[in-house]
């Protein structure tokens, strides 16, 4: 019979068991902080195992590869916000405001940040996983964006669609260039989250607001 003693010292050698969503949550910021620290290629197994207080056979339990766990890592620092359009009638004011706090709130997470320093600093080690990344991620992302604009913005009489309809990572160009900006360079010189919603937030407005039909000649 264990002594009083001997039971919480067999507890403290056996690990937790934690939901597999959990335990892939703690792997993933273990590996970014050792790609962070170590870079892609010269990063290990073992490394993140280490960090994430797994065994090497407990990580491969999980992730069957490196490059498996990078790819995991991006499309959770990377993966776009749903844009499920909010329920009932909006202006076109509301329905800026809404797609806006859907880009911004994302876009301000500091792991995506790490994730995108990630991409500029390995993306040649392993295009494999950046063209998958963006095949699965930025392209639905956009498609998307483009979906909520056609609503919000038909073409009219037949014509082409408009061009934000067309193009839409124009629609998203001054969130992406906030993002890299704020990547890049000091705080003091990167622009601020309010400076960049406004001038985004204009921009949308004069862009969607209908025209007038053009006058016959």
Known sequence: MDTPSAAPARREGMRLRLPPAVRNRQILDAALAVFAEHGYAAARMDDIALRSGLSKGGLYAHFASKDQVFEALLSRL?????LARPAGPLSLEQWVDWLLD?????FSEPGLRAGLRLLVAEGERVPTLVT???RQVVQPYEEAV???????????????PPLLAR???LALS????GLIMQTVLPPALAP???RLR????ELLLRLLQPRPPASAA
């Open 192 to 194: 601020g989250r309010e």
């Open 132 to 134: 998958q990344w963006h």
């Open 174 to 177: 001054p969130a992406v260039h």
């Open 198 to 201: 406004r001038g985004h937030r």
């Open 146 to 160: 483009a979906a909520q604009l056609a609503v919000q913005q038909p073409a009219d009489g037949g014509a082409e």
């Open 78 to 82: 990377l993966a776009p916000p749903s």
């Open 102 to 106: 859907e880009i911004y709130a994302r």
């Open 167 to 169: 193009e839409p990572w």
